[in-house]
């Protein structure tokens, strides 16, 4: 099953900060032994994500994109973690792709924090541009 986009970041606790690190540390075992282990792999990409460790989940979104190329929301988390680590021209690319194949959370799109770098950037203009085509189209 595949996990929706990237989880909106919030203030953690010193627990929780643990908690995701145990976590972390319990899941590259995981992926260590089984590198293909879609699932494993987009937990871990979400919790390198929410430590902030935005080039870690963006090597994590690039692997599950080898694994799934035809997958609109793993292409859309790759374009997430492309904002997040300022690689707006590709963040664009690849979100447009992810649009291509499929994706459809538009709201969602819309105020996700990690695409917040890209939303000044000109591709992003075009991207809404598409979106209210495909909007039009659906009715």
């Not at 627990?15 to 282990?37: A, H, K, M």
């Not at 994706?103 to 695409?115: A, T, V």
Request: net charge positive.
């Amino acid at each position: 099953m595949l996990k929706k986009p990237h989880a909106p970041r919030k203030k953690a606790t010193r627990l929780e900060l643990r908690n995701l690190d145990q976590e972390i540390l319990f899941l590259e075992g995981l992926v260590r032994r089984d590198e293909s282990y879609v699932e494993a792999l987009q937990v871990l990409g979400d919790d390198y994500t929410r430590r902030g460790r935005f080039a870690d989940g963006l090597k994590i979104d690039q692997r599950l994109c080898k694994l799934r190329p035809d997958s609109a929301l793993i292409h859309y988390n790759l374009a997430c973690s492309y904002s997040l680590t300022r690689q707006l021209d590709l963040a664009v690319e690849t979100l447009e792709k992810s649009l291509s194949l499929g994706y459809r959370d538009f709201r969602w799109m819309s105020q996700d924090p990690d695409l917040e770098n890209l939303r000044e950037h000109p591709g992003y203009k075009r991207i809404q541009a598409k979106v209210r085509l495909i909007q039009v189209k659906a009715r």
